[in-house]
Every structure is written in C-alpha cells, then in structure tokens.
Nanobody, 126 residues
Framework: QVQLQESGPGLVKSSQTLSRACNVSGGTITDTYYAWSWIRQPMGKGLELGKGLEWMGVIRYDGSTDYNPALKSRTSISRDTSKNQISLQLRSATPDDTAAYYC????????????WGQGTQVTVSA
C-alpha cells in the first residue's frame, strides 16, 4: 500500500518561502511508471476537479520537472532519493497561497492520480 505523508510549517509569513515535504512509503519515487505532483486547494473551494484544485507541478522518476505556468516563476519541486521524499518550495508567498497542499502519485503516461496524501493546510499571513 502506497502512502504519502506531507509535512512542513502550517503558518508562513508573506514574502517568505512556503515549503512542504512528502515522504513516500510502499513505493519508490524512482519507479518508472509514476511521477509525483503537488496540487493545492484554496480555502473555501469545493473538492472537485476543475473547481478549486490547482495543479502546481510534477517531478518524474528521472528527476525532470514541469510546472503550472502561472506558478512557474515561484515554484521548485525536488526530490531526495535517499529519503524517498518529494519537496515543494513556493517563493514569495502571499495570502492567496493559503490552501491545503497535497502530494499525489500520478501515472507517468496519463498523469491520473491514484494515491493522495492527506493534505496539509498552510496559512500565509499578511
């Protein structure tokens, strides 16, 4: 059973960097069938695809990355293969970045997600 566990500070000040980590168990982040995405859900939005969920970016088994163009200038996704961990950094955070942040395993071809972390709420204070 694959499990994804997010962690990181729940409160960030504006202009600081928002950081999240995702520890993966039951699978390896270098598995060639999968990639690992970060998705966020701003507060007050329903948990429905296309209605509040925002894809932030993905890192593949080989370490290559792609980002949401709207967030690309502020976002970095990286990995630590020795820890089987995926990380997210969002620079110059603003209150609009307040959201629940999810780590998701996706199929490398379809990018369909099959395992989600529990999601962790991050609040960016003004």
């Amino acid at each position: 059973q694959v499990q994804l566990q997010e962690s990181g500070p729940g409160l960030v000040k504006s202009s600081q960097t928002l950081s999240r980590a995702c520890n993966v168990s039951g699978g390896t982040i270098t598995d060639t069938y999968y990639a690992w995405s970060w998705i966020r859900q701003p507060m007050g939005k329903g948990l429905e695809l296309g209605k509040g969920l925002e894809w932030m970016g993905v890192i593949r088994y080989d370490g290559s990355t792609d980002y949401n163009p709207a967030l690309k200038s502020r976002t970095s996704i990286s990995r630590d293969t020795s820890k089987n961990q995926i990380s997210l950094q969002l620079r110059s955070a603003t209150p609009d970045d307040t959201a629940a942040y999810y780590c998701v395993r996706v199929h490398i071809q379809s990018l369909a997600g099959d395992y989600w972390g529990q999601g962790t709420q991050v609040t960016v204070s003004a």
